[in-house]
C-alpha cells in the first residue's frame, strides 16, 4: 500500500478515513519530522479542523480535543509537559529493572511448570501492566484489571467506555489517596509538580500515559519476541554472535513501530507539503511506519539498523514521546530475563499461523504460542543463568543465586555449545 501511495502521489498522499473523512497521510521520513517539528504550522489543537464529526464517529476517541498535553500547544503545553517530563525524570532506572525482573519473574513461575505458553496473553500483555502500574502508584492489586481495562478501551470494544469509567475511577481514587499520602511514584510527583496541575489534570494524564504506556509497550514487547523467535535476519546474524538484545529493539522501532499513526495534526494555514497544497484546518495524519520504511532513508530494507536511532517510533519536536527509556527498560529487561529463564523456548506452527489485528493508529500481535521444556517454579533456564541471577550479570556479593537444578548446556563434538539467545545477549555489556 505504501509503495502504491508513493508512487500515485510521492511522499504525501490523499485518503479517506472511516465514513469518508478526508485526510492527508504522510508518507515521507523527512515530511513526517517537518511536520512533527513545526507546530506553529501543524498544531495539536482537534477544534481547529475543518469539518466536524458524526457523534457516532469512531474517530471521535483519538481526535476529539481534551484538556491533554497530547492536544495543547505553546505555553499551556510546555506547562503540562514539563510536568510531565520531570516527574518521569525521577524514576531510576535501576529501579525500573528491579521491578520489571520482579514481576517476570512472577509470570514466567506461573506457566513454566505447563512448557508452553502464549507469550502475548501470558507476558506481553500483563508485564507493562504491572510495571507501569506499579511507577505510577497504582495498587498492585489493580495492575492487572487496569491492564485488560485498557486494551479493551484501545480494541474499541463494546465495553470500551466500561471500562475507560473503570480506569477513571480507579485514577481519580489514587489521586485522593496520594494527595493525603504521597510516596515514590509517578502520580505523587505530578501533583508536587510546580506546574500546579488541578487533580482532575493529574487524573486525565495519568490516564493518558498509562494507556500509551500499557498498550505501547505491550506492542513492543510482542514484536521484539517475534522477531527473536522467527527473523531468519536474527538466526543468521546471531550465529556469528554480532546481534545484541538492543539492537533488535532497534530493529523493531524500524520495522514494526508500536504506534504506527498518529492521528492528531491540523493544519493552521494554507501551506505546501511535499507535491500536495494542504488547506488550514486539514487533518493531517502523521505515518510513523511508512516514514520509517521510506525508500530515501531505507533503499534496502533487508539491510540491519544496528545503533541507527533516527527512526521515527517515538515521534520528535516538541510532541516527542518522554516515555521512551521506561519503555526499552521494560522490554530489554523483561525479554532478557525470559529468554535467560526459559533458553530452549520455540514457537509452536508457522509464523503465518500469528494474527494481528489492525486499526488506524496501531498493528497489534494477538498470539505467539511457544514451547519449551517444563520447569519446576524457581529453577533456571541454564547454568550459567543460575550462576549469574540474570543473563549475562554477575549476582552481586552475598547474594544467592537462583536455587534449583538446570539442564547441562548442549554439547557438539564434546564442546559445550551455548544456546543461540546467549549470543545475541553477548554485546549487551
Known amino acids: 500500500m505504501y509503495r502504491d501511495l508513493r508512487q500515485k502521489h510521492g511522499p504525501v498522499a490523499p485518503v479517506l478515513l472511516q465514513s469518508d473523512v478526508p485526510a492527508w497521510l504522510v508518507l ?62 525521577r524514576f531510576r532506572r535501576r529501579g525500573i529493572r528491579g521491578y520489571v525482573v520482579r514481576y517476570t519473574e512472577q509470570l514466567i513461575g506461573e506457566f513454566a511448570g505447563s512448557g508452553k505458553a502464549d507469550l502475548v496473553a501470558d507476558f506481553s500483555e500483563k508485564l507493562p501492566a504491572l510495571v507501569v502500574a506499579r511507577l505510577y502508584g497504582v495498587p498492585e492489586v489493580n495492575a492487572l484489571a487496569v491492564g485488560a481495562a485498557v486494551r479493551d478501551m484501545v480494541k474499541g470494544t463494546a465495553t470500551a467506555l466500561e471500562s475507560n469509567t473503570f480506569v477513571v475511577g480507579i485514577l481519580t481514587e489514587l489521586v485522593k489517596q496520594k494527595k493525603d499520602s504521597p510516596g515514590e511514584d509517578f502520580a505523587s510527583w505530578l501533583l508536587s509538580h510546580e506546574s ?75 501551506t505546501q507539503l511535499g507535491s500536495q497544497q494542504i488547506r488550514a484546518g486539514d487533518l493531517v ?85 511457544v514451547a519449551f521444556a517444563p520447569r519446576r517454579a524457581g529453577s533456571s533456564g541454564d547454568a550459567e543463568a543460575a550462576a549469574t541471577g540474570k543473563a549475562g550479570r554477575a549476582a552481586p556479593a552475598g547474594q544467592p543465586s537462583p536455587a534449583g537444578p538446570v539442564p547441562p548446556a548442549a554439547v557438539v563434538n564434546g564442546t559445550a555449545r551455548r544456546p543461540w539467545w546467549r549470543r545475541l545477549l553477548s554485546g549487551r555489556r
Do not use: Y
Open 28 to 89: 515521507g521520513h523527512r515530511e513526517n519530522l517537518e511536520v512533527m517539528r513545526n507546530s506553529k504550522l501543524f498544531s495539536n489543537d482537534s477544534r481547529i479542523w475543518n469539518i466536524t464529526l458524526d457523534p457516532s464517529s469512531p474517530l471521535l476517541p483519538v481526535t476529539a480535543w481534551q484538556p491533554l498535553l497530547v492536544f495543547a500547544d505553546g505555553s499551556e503545553h510546555a506547562r503540562l509537559r514539563a510536568a510531565i517530563t520531570d516527574s518521569l525524570g
Open 196 to 270: 500546579g496541575l488541578s487533580d482532575d489534570e493529574v487524573m486525565e494524564h495519568l490516564r493518558h500515559a498509562l494507556v500509551a504506556a500499557i498498550e505501547n509497550t505491550s506492542n513492543l514487547v510482542a514484536n521484539t519476541l517475534k522477531m527473536v523467535l522467527t527473523d531468519h535476519r536474527f538466526r543468521a546474524s546471531l550465529s556469528g554472535g554480532s546481534m545484541t538484545l538492543p539492537d533488535a529493539l532497534d530493529q523493531v522501532f524500524w520495522d514494526a513501530p508500536p504506534l504506527a499513526r498518529v492521528p492528531t495534526r491540523w493544519a493552521t494555514a494554507d
Open 285 to 369: 495524519i502523521l505515518d510513523l511506519a511508512a516514514g520509517n520504511v521510506d525508500p530515501e532513508i531505507r533503499p534496502d530494507l533487508a539491510t540491519p539498523v544496528h545503533g541507527n536511532r533516527s527512526h521515527l517510533a517515538f515521534s520528535s519536536g516538541p510532541h516527542e514521546c518522554p516515555g521512551e527509556d521506561i519503555g526499552r527498560a521494560i522490554a530489554d529487561t523483561g525479554i532478557d530475563t525470559l529468554l535467560a529463564r526459559l533458553p530452549d523456548i520455540q514457537l509452536v506452527g508457522h509464523e503465518d499461523e500469528l494474527r494481528v489485528t489492525t486499526s488506524l493508529i496501531s498493528s497489534r500481535l494477538d498470539n505467539l504460542p
